[in-house]
């Protein structure tokens, strides 16, 4: 038996979060064959909620880079962030004019006038309205594990200067940029999992396309890089697969006999 992990952003699905048919086929032939497969996202879980997406029958789910794991329903992990390291955080991003996205496992924290000035914010807005809370004011509401910041034109390096010893930071391209706590990676997550369930980290397998995917890249026994992926996210992979829409995922499984 072997454990899979993916990402779910550029990896099972593209950025319209369709899932191509190849992709749902290895999905089932790998659960068919014995294996367990896990979604491995830098989205919390309040970002994981498609029908679909949770119809493929996933084993577990690694979410927010690390800071929660839940496996056949049950939670068996989270990292909360501390209030006052939130504050601390809150108050270093809004000074460099960095709008900033709260995530926790059931609410989205931002603030419209920051947020609303970028097109994913306005997105955000439009698609999560259900399950957004304001940042400013609402200290005793929050619960979340994790930041992402639009850093586009903004000093980010700065804020990466002053929040080092609590954060570690996974740019994109100068765009976007995200805060998870010290200690927690996707990498931990397998690693956590790996022991719960007394398998080798050698029988592990983990699908990705960018940044924040690089750790576990590097710690499953076999890092797979979608063809689609980010040049630094290839320099990470042992094996680079075709792109999404040409079946990588379904390939890859069969290149190592998964399927």
């Known amino acids: 038996m072997a454990l899979m992990f993916f990402d779910i952003d550029g990896t099972l699905w593209d950025r319209e979060n369709v899932i191509p048919d190849s992709t749902k086929t290895a999905l089932q032939l790998l659960k068919q064959n014995g294996h367990q497969i896990f979604l491995c996202s830098g989205r919390t879980r309040v970002f994981i909620r498609d029908k679909e997406l949770l119809a493929q029958g996933f084993d577990g789910i ?18 909360k962030l501390d209030t006052e390291l939130m504050e601390r955080s809150v108050k270093i991003f ?16 931002m603030d419209e006038d920051m947020i609303s000035r970028d097109e994913y914010g306005k997105y955000l807005l439009q698609t999560m309205k ?6 400013r004011g609402n200290q005793n509401n929050w619960e979340a594990s994790k930041y992402s ?21 996974l740019v994109h391209g100068k765009v976007v940029m995200e805060a998870v706590p010290k200690g927690h990676s996707k990498a931990t997550a397998i690693a956590a ?47 680079i697969t075709d792109d999404i829409h040409r079946d990588g995922i379904y390939n890859a499984c069969r290149h190592f006999d998964l399927i």
């Open 193 to 239: 999992v790996c022991e719960m369930l007394g398998v080798d980290r050698t029988d592990t397998f983990a699908f990705g396309d960018s940044a924040n995917d690089l750790e576990m890249l590097d710690f499953a026994g076999t890092g797979v890089v979608m063809g689609n992926g980010s040049d630094v996210a290839k320099e990470h992979g042992d094996y």
């Open 149 to 169: 910041l639009v850093i586009r034109d903004r000093d980010y390096e700065k804020v990466i200067g002053q929040l080092k010893d609590d954060y570690e930071f």
């Open 62 to 79: 690694l979410s927010g880079c690390g800071t929660c794991i839940d496996y056949k329903g049950e939670e068996l992990f989270y990292k």
């Open 94 to 109: 809004y000074e460099a004019d960095i709008p900033a996205l709260m995530e926790g496992r059931d609410w989205l924290y």
């Open 130 to 135: 259900d399950h957004i809370q304001p940042i």
